[in-house]
């Protein structure tokens, strides 16, 4: 059975979500662990991190991942957005390993393999449950 | 301290994602051309459940922001995820979703190995 448009739309809204989120939290992790100060409760010291390129690249990328999300849930329920954006924790997980050079034990990887699971599991079920109310105010 | 940040940040994450739904899901389907960016950009500011969410986000932002400053990245996005299973049953309470056997079974199999990888 060919796929419908909705759900082609759907699936490409994830991937360009799942691409923006995990390079942003990579590029913000990355600026945050070079910041020459410790962020804490005042906002001048986010303020002045802003200024940092790392931080700025990962902040710009997660502002458009953010608004592809809204129209990503715009099209399909919230409990089918939030396990399949869990592949993104599964990403998290290989940047910080590949890019960060954090220590990832066995027992993570075998976490990578549930996620992936679920994630599968959860795709085979309908994206929209509550009905839409196309162009509703 | 990370775990005061990552209350924080889960709390947070939970009451934006489902003001978040709960307005997009009245405001009918979007897309993300020029065109469709500009209208979901104008949604944040006349939805005030959309424009509450952003505070929710900024909140939540904030508190991983320095949440990945102290602790490794594949540590803090999978614990991040603690809403998981919160979040779902909200959706389900508050949203009337319809969660399935097979969506929450899939999303318990995410959560068990989200709590995993966080070890």
Not at chain 1, 75 to 87: G, Q, W
Request: aromatic share 8%; charged share 15%; with cysteine.
């Amino acid at each position: 059975m060919p796929l419908s448009t909705k759900t082609i739309r759907t699936y490409l809204l994830l991937l360009l979500f799942l691409g923006l989120r995990a390079f942003g939290n990579l590029s913000l992790a990355w600026g945050t662990k070079h910041l020459p100060e410790r962020l804490a409760a005042d906002p001048l010291v986010y303020l002045r991190s802003m200024l940092d390129p790392g931080i700025a690249l990962g902040i710009g990328m997660l502002i458009v991942a953010l608004l592809v999300r809204l129209a990503l849930l715009s099209v399909a329920d919230l409990s089918f957005v939030l396990p399949m954006t869990a592949t993104g924790y599964v990403l998290a997980a290989l940047l910080g390993r590949f890019f960060l050079q954090e220590a990832v034990s066995p027992g993570r990887w075998l976490a990578v393999a549930l996620i992936f699971g679920g994630a599968a599991l959860v795709s085979s079920t309908p994206q929209s449950t509550t009905g839409q109310r196309e162009g509703a105010k | 301290m990370i775990w005061i940040l990552l209350t924080i940040t889960v709390v947070a994450t939970a009451a934006s994602d489902l003001l978040q739904s709960y307005e997009m899901k009245r405001a009918g389907a979007q897309s993300v051309g020029a065109r469709g960016m500009g209208r979901l950009l104008r949604s944040i500011v006349e939805r005030r459940y959309l424009l509450l969410s952003i505070v929710c986000l900024a909140f939540s932002f904030f508190a991983f922001m320095a949440l990945l400053q102290v602790a490794p990245l594949s540590f803090a996005v999978p614990a991040s995820a603690a809403s998981f299973i919160l979040e779902t049953a909200l959706a389900k309470i508050l949203l009337k979703e319809r969660i399935g056997a097979r969506r929450a079974g899939g999303s318990l199999l995410v959560l068990c190995g989200v709590v995993l990888l966080g070890r």
